[in-house]
């Protein structure tokens, strides 16, 4: 039985960032020229199907365009699709395809899953790329949140012919930084993270590493976009990823959204600095 954690939702997590940021304002997408699709199946484990909707200007191209694939946040446990909604609809009328992606959350399927997913996703609109009129080599893996984080790992356990760009949104690199492995204590309940790797950091070190892109980086790596909140604790690892990314002259990129929350991607007065920033890195790399 499939079990759903709605912790995470814009609502929740908008109750937390009023508190401190009493202007802030939940965003209200712009549907302007988008054609949406919903639901449509990447792939099936047995009985269980796993969902994406595609965003695409309403207007007709005659060459193939960029693809976004896109990987909610939400703790690897709660969370879903529509989550990045607003800014897919504004990747749709910048030009770009957008595809938000579903995958299994760690009350469903513990880690490897949902990197697995996200490869599936990937492989699935390659071998759709003609029907979709997707350009592959020109795919973007985006995330936000947890979601940034499989999609670093992704990035850099992927073939590197197949991923283009990495944008990274506030998601840590570094399943091993304190921030992260030191949540585990006596008398407390399991971290998000304990909970989608099924041990504590304690237990299992090993697998925390493994799923620490920074324990993957390589020279193919796709260029970078890192767009961050002021919360140090979601920087983890990512000097020393951008470090190895200067070493071998990769393209990359950080932008920190001073005075930011966590989850800033979702809310006004950040979510515009947030789309301009990824829209013009991908114009300049794409």
């Known amino acids: 039985m499939l079990i759903k954690d709605t912790s995470y939702t814009v609502h929740s997590a908008f109750e937390k960032v009023k508190n401190s940021h009493p202007y802030s304002q939940i965003i209200i997408a712009d549907t302007t020229g988008v054609k949406t699709c919903c639901n449509h199946v990447y792939q099936s484990i047995g009985k269980r199907s796993l969902h994406y909707d595609w965003y695409r200007a309403d207007s007709d191209y005659k060459e193939d365009k960029p693809l976004v694939i896109m990987v909610h946040g939400g703790g690897w446990r709660s969370g879903n699709k529509t989550l990045l909604a607003p800014l897919a609809n504004q990747l749709a009328q910048a030009g770009y395809h957008a595809a938000c992606i579903e995958y299994r959350l760690s009350t469903e399927a513990i880690y490897p899953a949902a990197v697995n997913d996200i490869k599936a996703a990937l492989a699935y609109f390659y071998k759709k790329a003609?029907?979709?009129?997707?350009?592959?080599?020109?795919?973007?893996?985006?995330?936000?949140?947890?979601?940034?984080?499989?999609?670093?790992?992704?990035?850099?356990?992927?073939?590197?012919?197949?991923?283009?760009?990495?944008?990274?949104?506030?998601?840590?690199?570094?399943?091993?930084?304190?921030?992260?492995?030191?949540k585990d204590t006596n008398n407390n309940k399991p971290s998000a993270a304990a909970m989608f790797f099924g041990c504590t950091y304690a237990q299992c070190p090993q697998v925390w590493e493994k799923a620490s892109a920074i324990n993957h980086l390589h020279s193919q790596m796709p260029a970078c976009l890192?767009?961050?909140?002021?919360?140090?604790?979601?920087?983890?690892?990512?000097?020393?990823?951008?470090?190895?990314?200067?070493?071998?002259?990769?393209?990359?990129?950080?932008?920190?959204?001073?005075?930011?929350?966590?989850s800033f991607w979702l809310f006004h007065p950040w979510f515009n600095e947030t789309v301009d920033v990824i829209i013009n890195f991908l114009d300049s790399v794409l």
Do not use: C, W
């Open 130 to 182: 003609t029907v979709l009129g997707v350009d592959t080599n020109r795919i973007v893996l985006l995330g936000s949140s947890a979601g940034a984080t499989l999609a670093s790992l992704v990035a850099s356990i992927a073939e590197s012919r197949k991923i283009k760009v990495l944008v990274n949104i506030d998601g840590v690199v570094d399943f091993t930084d304190p921030n992260e492995s030191g």
């Open 226 to 262: 890192f767009v961050n909140s002021s919360v140090p604790r979601f920087h983890a690892g990512r000097q020393l990823f951008i470090n190895y990314l200067k070493q071998h002259q990769l393209h990359n990129q950080v932008h920190t959204i001073d005075g930011a929350p966590h």
